[in-house]
């Protein structure tokens, strides 16, 4: 092949969000829309970084990936990378794809520098849905936003970019090393099997030892895991038509199956349910007509690593969290004496925690949850842990009498560490604009905290006192590179905090998210329902916010 470059003018909007640059179908096949940002990356990562390369591509096998890998296959060719390795049929989660630039060597003792990954996570797909890319670095992990913002930066004056001439469509539908003469030499594409190296570490960090007895006993045995305990499990480019969020409202087959249906039909529900997002780093956990709150998700996990996960055996380094997730995992971490921090929201800033040993087990209450095995958050892994943590605590309890269940171990884990009440509201595709207005005016509310505290007294008299309120900030203790406006926080006297965030991941308008959390240590109040719980708190919904 020779390599041809091309004449191109900006695109707008291409700014990478939370996790990647995700927008419509028909956006992306826009001639040159995919081509702009690409070849903005390569410059970004400088031609010392590019030039000699291995890249991993792949996603989550959403509508219009197969184009987009032998797109970016060409440009990466005609950019002097050296060798591209694709998972079969371009099919990487993206935990996987963290393990493979981690752990994979490659036939001629390759190690992979980053990887370009397909995905818009969670939502939808399909010729009229959500197409997403996103950079990850040589530690696994997502690009740092000193990359992103270079990125972003170069979308807006990029004039040209380079793609191989001559070069066919690879097949990425079979395995094996297929190599090409480019003007700088050779030029390899490597298909391989998408499971191998991330079931390795999986084997690794929870299912050797006594562990894998129990996982058979509640896999196979509790759960009956034959093909019928699998939802949903064949890829698809549209994910069947579903939203693919592994939540209460999008994961309804799991669970009405749990018996957490609106209408429960269900005799007997299973003892474990799990559920992951489009590209398998989400995932949501489910006890017998029971859920488990990702934000109390973490903290269980975190509380029980070191006795449940031989992985963790040695210690935890330290545990991390998003800003937004509740402070259930700061009581663990208090009580276990373990470092702490609280980050923005999105993993890309619990990478550079891990890199410096500084971080063992991290969360968000979006459903994400991992560990430093890799540098993404991580389903699988999260279900392999609680599967752990579930043999853990009957393994005094193998012959088969009541199983300490999952809703047993969270409210065990609330009586020690008191009970963090929590819940999300998203306010979707609101006007852009509008969307601002309403931070500012958020921001700007900061300013007088007894204006604050007499409108919500206005609203409702038995909400305790806001003391505090922030924009907030976080300063990397690993770079020093600081990060502003993640978020305004509204902090009550009795430790209850509200915080409004703009959505980074949608591809059209905006979307506000509100998270509400109340603090309960009386173990008399630990058992309330959620949302009565935090009802007071509620008063936002009388609010008029003005959003439509
Ligand atoms: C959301 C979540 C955030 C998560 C991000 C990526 O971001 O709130 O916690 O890290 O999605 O997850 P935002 O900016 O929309 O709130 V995924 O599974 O889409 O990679
Ligand atoms: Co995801």
Not at 60 to 79: F, L, P, V
Not at 155 to 172: H, S
Request: hydrophobic residues 35%; aromatic residues 10%.
């Amino acid at each position: 092949f020779k390599v041809s470059r091309v004449e191109t003018t900006p695109f707008d909007g291409q700014k990478p969000g939370t996790s990647g640059l995700r927008k419509k179908v028909k956006v992306f096949k826009q001639p040159h829309y995919l081509e702009n940002f690409v070849q903005s990356t390569f410059n970004a990562l400088g031609a010392d970084k590019v030039r000699g390369a291995t890249l991993v591509v792949s996603g989550d096998g959403r509508y219009y990936s197969k184009d987009a890998i032998q797109i970016i296959i060409k440009m990466a060719a005609a950019n002097g990378v050296r060798r591209i390795w694709v998972g079969q049929n371009g099919l990487l989660s993206t935990p996987a794809v963290s393990a493979v630039i981690r752990e994979r060597v490659g036939a001629d003792g390759s190690k992979a520098n980053g990887a370009f990954i397909l995905t818009a996570s969670h939502n939808p797909g399909g010729p009229h849905e959500d197409f997403g890319i996103k950079y990850n670095m040589e530690n696994g992990g997502p690009a740092p936003e000193g990359i992103t913002d270079k990125i972003y930066s170069n979308t807006t004056t990029i004039k040209e970019y380079l793609i191989a001439e001559g070069l066919p469509d690879v097949d990425i539908s079979t395995t094996g090393i297929t190599s090409f003469a480019g003007p700088e030499g050779q030029f390899d594409v490597d298909v391989f099997d998408s499971a191998n190296d991330y079931v390795k570490l999986m084997n690794y960090d929870a299912l050797h030892g006594v562990a894998g007895a129990y996982a058979k006993r509640i896999f196979v045995e509790e759960l009956g895991a034959q093909e019928s305990s699998l939802l949903n499990c064949v890829p698809k480019e549209d994910f069947g038509g579903g939203h693919p969020d592994p939540n209460l409202t999008y994961a309804k087959e799991l669970v009405a199956r749990m018996g957490l249906g609106k209408t429960d039909t269900e005799q007997d529900p299973p003892e474990f349910g799990a559920a992951a997002d489009g590209d398998a780093d989400r995932n949501m956990i489910l006890g017998k007509r029971f859920f488990v709150t990702p934000s109390d998700s973490v903290a269980i996990i975190a509380a029980n690593a070191v006795q449940a996960i031989p992985y963790f055996s040695g210690g935890l380094k330290g545990v991390a969290r998003s800003m937004p997730t509740s402070a259930a995992l700061d009581v663990v971490a208090k009580n276990l004496n373990l470092k702490f921090f609280e980050v923005p929201t999105g993993w890309k800033f619990f990478g550079n925690l891990m890199d410096a040993g500084m971080c063992s087990v991290c969360g968000e209450e979006s459903f994400g949850t991992g560990s430093d095995h890799i540098r993404e958050k991580d389903g699988i892994w999260a279900v392999l842990a609680w599967l752990s943590i579930l043999a853990y605590k009957n393994k005094d309890n193998l012959g088969g009498e009541k199983l300490v269940s999952v809703e047993d171990i969270v409210r065990q884990h609330w009586s020690t560490y008191g009970r963090h009440y929590y819940t999300r509201y998203d306010y979707e595709n609101v006007d852009a604009g509008k969307a601002k207005e309403l931070m500012a005016y958020l921001v700007k509310l900061q300013s007088s905290l007894p204006e604050v505290n007499n409108i919500i007294k206005g609203i409702r008299s038995d909400v305790s006192k806001v003391v505090n309120a922030d924009e907030f900030e976080y300063k990397d203790p690993v770079d020093g590179s600081i990060s502003k406006h993640q978020g305004i926080r509204y902090l009550f006297e009795d430790g209850s905090r509200l915080v409004f965030r703009l959505s980074g991941t949608g591809s059209e308008g905006a979307t506000i998210r509100l998270y509400i959390e109340q603090y309960e240590q009386d173990p008399s109040k630990i058992g309330r329902e959620s949302q009565e719980a935090l009802a007071p708190l509620k008063f936002m919904e009388v609010m008029d916010l003005d959003m439509d």
